[in-house]
T-cell receptor, first 115, second 112 residues
């Protein structure tokens, strides 16, 4: 089946630094990838949709200059949290939709803690 | 846009009993309805899905039913086991590659 690999699984960074999270589709080409943020005991909140080779589409209220998304290839999308602050601490999850209609496959998530 | 509501938010059942989680959606154009299981600290995993041209789908102890007229779909887990304990999310979308709209989640606890 379709596999999405997300790294790192956990990261702790200092306030003001930047963190990059990678999302890779291992056995299929992902034309579209989605980035979610999840707060404890809450549902997934869509942050942005990235399409290979074009700019990401951000949901209302999500700062595109803070959450930089790059989808440079059909198997890799990255989310960079720039100038991270403690309020950016959260669980970030990516998912990918393949060309063959697999539907969504989710990565394992990244727990970001900003200290 | 689409609005997906999910109930209950928490559910506790005895091991061996059945569990039912219900979702409603608002956009009649939605035609794909997956269910995801999320364990603590992990990403959601697809457990079953149903398309609008089907009324029911079953996979071992898990089944999903869809009522297009009423715009609701349900997840049924029979013979529950402690390892079924997790948070379950329903979702709706128009086709499989487009944006998903998630329900608010149900925390299921199976008591041994």
């Amino acid at each position: 089946g379709a596999v999405v690999s997300q790294h790192p699984s956990r990261v702790i960074c200092k306030s003001g630094t930047s963190v990059k999270i990678e999302c890779r589709s291992l056995d299929f080409q992902a034309t579209t990838m989605f980035w979610y943020r999840q707060f404890p005991k809450q549902s997934l909140m869509l942050m942005a949709t990235s399409n290979e080779g074009s700019k990401a589409t951000y949901e209302q209220g999500v700062e595109k200059d803070k959450f930089l998304i790059n989808h440079a290839s059909l198997t890799l999308s990255t989310l960079t949290v720039t100038s991270a602050h403690p309020e950016d601490s959260s669980f970030y999850i990516c998912s990918a939709a393949g060309q063959a209609g697999y539907g969504y496959t989710f990565g394992s998530g990244t727990r970001l803690t900003v200290v | 846009g689409e609005n997906v509501e999910q109930h209950p938010s928490t559910l506790s059942v005895q091991e061996g009993d059945s569990a039912v989680i219900k979702c409603t959606y608002s956009d009649s154009a939605s035609n794909y309805f997956p269910w995801y299981k999320q364990e603590l600290g992990k990403g959601p995993q697809l457990i079953i899905d149903i398309r609008s041209n089907v009324g029911e789908k079953k996979d071992q102890r898990i089944a999903v039913t869809l009522n297009k007229t009423a715009k609701h779909f349900s997840l049924h887990i029979t013979e529950t086991q402690p390892e079924d304990s997790a948070v379950y999310f329903c979702a709706a979308s128009i086709n499989t590659g487009n944006q998903f709209y998630f329900g608010t989640g149900t925390s299921l606890t199976v008591i041994p």
